[in-house]
C-alpha cells in the first residue's frame, strides 16, 4: 500500500511583517527569539514552532506578540485568514470534521451561524441532540416528555420524574430546545393516571388515541399498566435524531 504525503504549506500571517507564519496543516512558527524585539537583530534564521494550547471553548489557540502586548489567536483563524482571507463580515468559521482539534485548511471554512449549526446537528454535536455530551435526556425521554406536556401533566412532575429541572421542561414546551427532534409517524398520546384506577400509583400511561391498526393493539393491553413498566419504544415510537434545518 503506497504511503499518502500531506504536503505542508507555510504563509505569512497577516498584520505581523512576516514574523509569524502558519501552515496548511494548522502549525504555527515564529521568527522572534524568546521575548525578542521586531528588529532584524532580533530575527532568527530557523523558525521556532509555537506550542498552542486550548480556548475557554476548546479551541486551539496561540499567543503572539505585537507593539509590546500579548495577543492569543485561534489557530482556526489564523489559516483561514491566510489562505483564504479574512473573515467576512457575519461569518464564523467551520469544523467540517466537528474536531476542533484538526486546523488543516482542507477541515476549514468560512460560514455563516445558521451552516456552523447545521453542521453541529448533522454530526450530533448540537446541544438538542441527545448524542451531545452534555444531554442529560435521551430522545426517547424528550418524546415521552412532550406527550405529557401535551397531557396536562405538571412540568415540576415531569421534571422530578426525569430528573431535571422545571427549567429544562419549560424551555422544551417553548420550542427552545430539542427542536432538530421529529416526532415519529405513528405514536401513541398518554394521559395521567390518578391513585386508586386500575393503573395504580398514579402511573402515566397511553390513551386509547392509536393512529394505526398496529399502534390499537397495542394500546388496549397497555392502557392498565404503569408508564415504569411499559415497552416505550412500542407507545411512543423510535426518535430521529438530530435532522437537519436545510
Not at 91 to 120: F, I, S
Not at 210 to 219: E, L
Request: net charge positive.
Amino acid at each position: 500500500m503506497s504511503e499518502v504525503i500531506v504536503q505542508e504549506e507555510w504563509r505569512a500571517v497577516p498584520g505581523f511583517d512576516g514574523w509569524y507564519d502558519v501552515s496548511s496543516l494548522g502549525r504555527v512558527r515564529s521568527w522572534k527569539k524568546r521575548n525578542g524585539r521586531n528588529d532584524a537583530a532580533e530575527r532568527l534564521t530557523t523558525p521556532r514552532m509555537l506550542a498552542t494550547g486550548k480556548s475557554s471553548k476548546g479551541y486551539s489557540s496561540v499567543t503572539l506578540h505585537r507593539n509590546g502586548r500579548d495577543i492569543p489567536f485561534s489557530v482556526h483563524r489564523l489559516v483561514l485568514t491566510a489562505f483564504v482571507g479574512p473573515r467576512p463580515r457575519g461569518n464564523q468559521c467551520r469544523h467540517m470534521d466537528r474536531c476542533k482539534a484538526n486546523n488543516a485548511l482542507t477541515n476549514l471554512r468560512w460560514g455563516t451561524g445558521v451552516e456552523n449549526c447545521d453542521d453541529k446537528r448533522r454530526h450530533g454535536t448540537s446541544p438538542d441532540c441527545q448524542r451531545n455530551p452534555a444531554a442529560k435526556l435521551t430522545n426517547q425521554a424528550v418524546l415521552e416528555i412532550r406527550a405529557l406536556l401535551r397531557s396536562g401533566v405538571r412540568v415540576k412532575t415531569i421534571a422530578g420524574r426525569y430528573g431535571v429541572t422545571p427549567e429544562a421542561i419549560y424551555l422544551m414546551r417553548q420550542g427552545k430546545t430539542w427542536k432538530t427532534l421529529t416526532e415519529p409517524r405513528n405514536h401513541v398520546e398518554i394521559i395521567p393516571v390518578t391513585p386508586g384506577n386500575s393503573a395504580g400509583n398514579g402511573g402515566f400511561v397511553p390513551a386509547s388515541l392509536a393512529v394505526d391498526s398496529q399502534s390499537a393493539s397495542i394500546s388496549k393491553h397497555l392502557h392498565h399498566a404503569p408508564l415504569a413498566q411499559l415497552d416505550r419504544a412500542a407507545v411512543f415510537g423510535t426518535a430521529t435524531e438530530c435532522e437537519s434545518a436545510t
